[in-house]
């Protein structure tokens, strides 16, 4: 399955059609969701049942955790599992809370079926970025509160009334949390980024109307279902452990707010040993923690950006290089020495035709877009058979 291309949520409806009964309650969908990190909104996994067809970036898994979140919790609350039905309901829950207008446009280009609709819904309530600049300059470029889709759409297939008052409400709670989370301990840089992006993904709220001067607790400690109250557990877990130790005050704070929460003492171990296991396993791959220069950030992005395209299209691209001698000979020649520049300009306006045959890879076309060609070329010669790199190593 590829959540980049479209007809990835049929897809999805064909394969959960084999595995229906793998949530027995909420507690399991949520104890899976923790697993992956989308209670998080730090995306490092997808469910087991799930097979990708290439290694998938932090946004793809989040496209297939929200969506595999929406529709557990639609079987489990209505125990329904008519995929059609639940594509229909989902897109009246969006509709409700008044986000993801879809432009004329894109209505056009996708046409009338609801889940061609809903791909691109869940991409915009994914990405927090809406272009590539925005993308290439920030790598945290997920929206970390998906996980309150999922308490909201619970909700409202219970009661759809007032729906987006009370997605206001939860996200005023969530990012107070966060910030009087973050408040208990000393600040460093991985709690700035972490507070950027949560900020960064709020929908239904302003940042700057909030004041955090602690009279969100009034609210939170209103009668709110056990499965809100261990979501906000986790998400103060995730504030103060970020830095890998819990020191008295930040212990003092999140069990005093279990406590607040009605939450067991188990119950308050358990998420503080869970955001423990998760920083051990994926510490080095999450985002906001890697602390690295504009340049190489930059750098970075854009290379997996590419690779992605460059595996996405590979068969294409193969049968287009083999149709070009010349192109191909040039490639290869880039990998041991340099390119004249009458070579470099031959292999620039060859390739510029051959992306115009692919119109996923119209992005080197743009203005600007010769810049990812010298990453492009470093990443083809995976592409060329193996006579034309005498180097290569295979693996």
Request: net charge negative; hydrophobic share 40%; glycine share 4%.
């Amino acid at each position: 399955m590829n959540p980049s291309a479209s007809g990835w949520i049929n897809k999805f409806g064909s394969l959960v059609e084999k595995e229906r009964d793998r949530y027995s309650s909420f507690d399991t969908l949520y104890r899976d969701l923790r697993s992956t990190g989308f209670v998080y909104g730090i995306n490092m996994g997808i469910p087991q049942f799930i097979v990708a067809e290439h290694k998938l970036s932090e946004d793809e898994c989040a496209k297939i955790n929200l969506l595999n979140a929406l529709y557990s919790t639609y079987t489990l609350e209505t125990s329904k599992t008519d995929f059609k039905a639940f594509l229909e309901e989902i897109f009246r829950f969006y509709k409700e809370l008044e986000i993801g207008h879809i432009s004329l446009l894109s209505k056009i280009l996708t046409g009338s079926q609801t889940a061609a609709h809903l791909e691109k819904l869940i991409d915009s309530r994914v990405s927090l970025g809406d272009n590539l600049i925005s993308k290439t300059f920030n790598s945290i470029i997920t929206n970390s509160l998906l996980f309150i889709d999922v308490l909201l759409f619970k909700r409202y297939l219970c009661n759809s009334i007032n729906i987006r008052e009370q997605a206001q409400l939860v996200e005023y709670l969530t990012i107070n949390i966060t910030y009087h989370a973050l408040s208990s301990k000393e600040k460093n840089k991985s709690d700035e980024r972490l507070a950027q992006l949560f900020a960064s993904s709020l929908t239904f709220i302003e940042i700057d109307s909030q004041n955090f001067d602690g009279s969100y607790r009034e609210k939170l400690l209103e009668n709110r279902s056990e499965i809100e109250n261990r979501y906000f557990l986790d998400v103060a877990c995730l504030a103060v452990w970020e830095d890998k130790s819990l020191e008295y005050q930040e212990s003092e704070f999140i069990f005093g707010l279990g406590k607040d929460l009605k939450l067991a003492e188990e119950d308050i171990l358990n998420s503080l040993e869970e955001i423990k296991i998760f920083f051990i396993k994926n510490s080095k791959t999450i985002p906001f923690l890697k602390d690295t220069n504009l340049a190489i950030q930059f750098y970075d992005n854009m290379s997996k950006m590419v690779n992605k395209l460059i595996l996405r299209n590979s068969k294409r691209l193969q049968k287009e290089l083999s149709e070009s001698k010349e192109l191909v000979y040039l490639i290869s020649k880039s990998t041991l020495k340099d390119l004249t520049p009458e070579e470099k300009k031959k292999v620039q306006n060859q390739l510029i035709d051959i992306f115009k045959s692919i119109p996923s890879l119209a992005i080197f076309i743009l203005p600007g877009g010769a810049v990812l060609l010298p990453i492009f070329i470093k990443l083809i010669p995976k592409l060329l058979p193996s006579s034309f790199d005498e180097n290569r190593v295979e693996k």
